[in-house]
């Protein structure tokens, strides 16, 4: 007959029963007056016995009940009990990284950041009998007053002669990146550029922060103004120009639509979004 050590090692022991036993000594005496060690020897190959064994050694430690329980899934002999259990820890702590991870999001951008417009259009208002025309009409018309090569411009005229004397406004739109959620945005530039023609430049018209648009609703009807942001500025042609815009109008992951209005009949033609790179509308973003 094996020894009482042989049957001992023989046996599958989980973690929180092999710390009560050596805890115990292994030769506690059980309530029944047996000793855990006899208790092991004599029914090692049952698992009644093998939990008699386990409250036991439990008892003499004075182990909590989570201790018991954990005690008895191991000495069952299937491995996969402690391995479920450690699977399970390291999953809450997976877990628990990946909210982090995702309550952190990605870094921010670099400040300043600037964003080319996703919108750059001029809309030619109604006048009288005559029909409000939206992006396409206007840009061909505009395209033409400039008297060169260059294509995809804007104007802004109180009273546009190519158009009959409709008045003639530009309206831009900027997606602001969501990444800037959690940053302050400290301030904003607008930055315009004017066409190349020999009679481009004039006033830049009055800077407006507009009702919502897309180039569909450009199409039939002019956004209104929910109010001034930046006064009229004069510019030459083939020049840049910058607005200051507050930092409180851009909301992060959300549209900024801006619009300009014109000042005087003396027309002004602005680069939009065609062959005009890298004098684009731009909105430069300083963050912190």
């Not at 400040?111 to 206007?138: F, K, N, R, Y």
């Amino acid at each position: 007959m094996p020894s009482t050590r042989h049957v001992l090692g023989m046996i599958r022991f989980g973690p929180a029963l092999v710390g009560a036993l050596a805890l115990a000594g292994c030769f506690v005496d059980s309530p029944s007056g047996q000793t855990a060690g006899e208790d092991s020897s004599t029914s090692s190959s049952t698992s009644t016995s093998t939990s008699t064994s386990t409250s036991t050694a439990s008892s003499s430690s004075s182990s909590s009940s989570s201790t018991s329980t954990t005690g008895t899934g191991g000495t069952s002999g299937d491995p996969t009990a402690a391995s479920a259990s450690d699977s399970t820890t390291g999953s809450s702590s997976g877990s628990g990284s990946s909210s982090g991870d995702a309550s952190t999001g990605e870094p921010p951008p670099p400040s300043p950041l600037m964003v080319e417009a996703e919108i750059a259009a001029c809309v030619l208002l109604e006048l009288d009998a005559l029909p409000h025309l939206g992006p396409s009409q206007c840009q061909m018309m505009a395209d033409v007053s400039n008297g060169t090569k260059t294509t995809g411009l804007m104007i802004v005229d109180q009273a546009f002669s190519n158009a009959q004397g409709r008045e003639a406004r530009i309206y831009l739109r900027f997606a602001i990146p969501a990444e800037l959620a959690g940053q302050t945005i400290t301030a904003l530039t607008l930055g315009l550029h004017t066409a190349d023609g020999a009679y481009a430049g004039g006033p830049s018209g009055d800077l407006h922060a507009t009702a919502a648009f897309d180039l569909p609703s450009l199409e039939t009807s002019a956004p209104k103004s929910t109010g001034m942001v930046a006064p009229s500025l004069d510019v030459a042609n083939d020049a840049p120009v910058a607005f200051v815009v507050s930092p409180e109008l851009a909301v992060p992951g959300a549209p900024l639509h801006l619009g300009l209005w014109a000042t005087s009949d003396d027309g002004t033609l602005f680069r939009g979004l065609g062959d005009n790179a890298p004098a684009r509308p731009t909105l430069t973003i300083f963050h912190e």
